[in-house]
């Protein structure tokens, strides 16, 4: 046994490390490790082969890596087609990385880890944590990038052109980010299948308010998907918002203009719908925030069961669950007389799928619009039972409201 710089070796073996040394310096003639030897909470370690680091178990809090190899070209033998820089610089417990300057692959700036020209950000340690100003000439964000850190804001320069897939994932602490004033599309747009790209901000609950910058033109699949976003902006010239790219967000509001292109479940939370005038609404806006069809995946029981949509002075609401409803309606590119139209033929049926629901809110708002009979209201009424006397006191005060209005024009 031989102790050196904070290590225990055993000819080419590392068995043991002294967790309360300042730094440790792992000897370039150490070849393994005995079994998931942890790293956790080690404050310095230096070590210059990152196979060999792949055999330890978490990471130190600064990590100074003298590897001089192409780590892209790395992979571990028992995670197919999962590279060493994901598995391995992604684990828990770094909070800085130093690349050897002599690595002619890749550098780190920051603690963070680039491609040697500057034009792709690959990994940012797991334990980072604060405000992150990604340089001037990235282009490229790579997937996983910031995956599970704890940074709470980030700044993107106007060179950027890319995010990955899941590159923000699990960045619980993230709260700002900041677009920058070069990007066009955020997430991918084409058509593929959709398990496997997206999720750029996942599971990214802090992150509640978004801006979108004017030049962005696409927001991609499932780009904001299962994140805790509740209000966006978007800009006047947004082109198109694909597939699920805020699905499953907290979104109750939006303002769209009426010339984007609306995917699937784009906007399935929604509750309320602003359109700027123009003679249509944006394409696909039924399908975005519906059940039309089945398209909709996920409605929450917290989910509004009917949709306020407005252009300048016309309101109308929209059903997400389409069962038993009369759909002659566009729904690919319809007009707000199209949807006008739609709730008045189908204004009972509506209600009473919002009786049986219980949902009151919604309930009363779709009443405000309609124009239900006395018979009609009285049919509603014996829809109603105990769990349902909100409901009940709305058509009450609905059939009061139209006796009162009898009796003035009786007079």
Known sequence: MEKINGVTMDGHTVVD??????????????????????????????????????????????????????????????????????????????????????????????????SRDGKKLLKCPAKKTGEVIIPNGVIEICAHAFGNSEIESVIFPDSLKVIGSYAFKNCSYLKNVDFGNGITQIGDSNEKDIRSFGYLFENCESLKDVNIPEQVEVIGHSAFSKSGVETVELPAGIKKICECAFDRCNIRRISLPAAVELGSDAISEVSEIHVEDGEHLPHGIIQSMSKYNGLAKYITPDSSLVVKITQGNKTTYIPKDFSGMHTTIDTDNPSMDDLLTFFHKNHVRILRFLVRSNAAKDFCNALSISDCSNEELLRLLSATNDKSMVIRAYILDALSEKEEKSEKLKL
């Open 17 to 114: 490390i002294d967790r309360n040394a300042d730094e440790v310096v792992i000897p370039e003639y150490a070849k393994d490790t005995t079994y998931q030897l942890p790293l956790y909470g080690i404050k310095s370690m230096e070590v210059s082969d990152l196979m060999l680091l792949a055999q330890f178990a978490g990471l130190p809090k600064r990590l100074v890596l003298n590897d001089k190899g192409n780590l892209a070209s790395y992979s571990l033998s028992y995670w197919s087609g999962v590279n060493a820089i994901d598995s391995v610089l992604g684990r828990a417990g770094l909070e800085w990385l130093e690349l050897t300057d002599d690595n002619p692959y890749f550098k780190t700036v920051d603690g963070i880890l680039y």
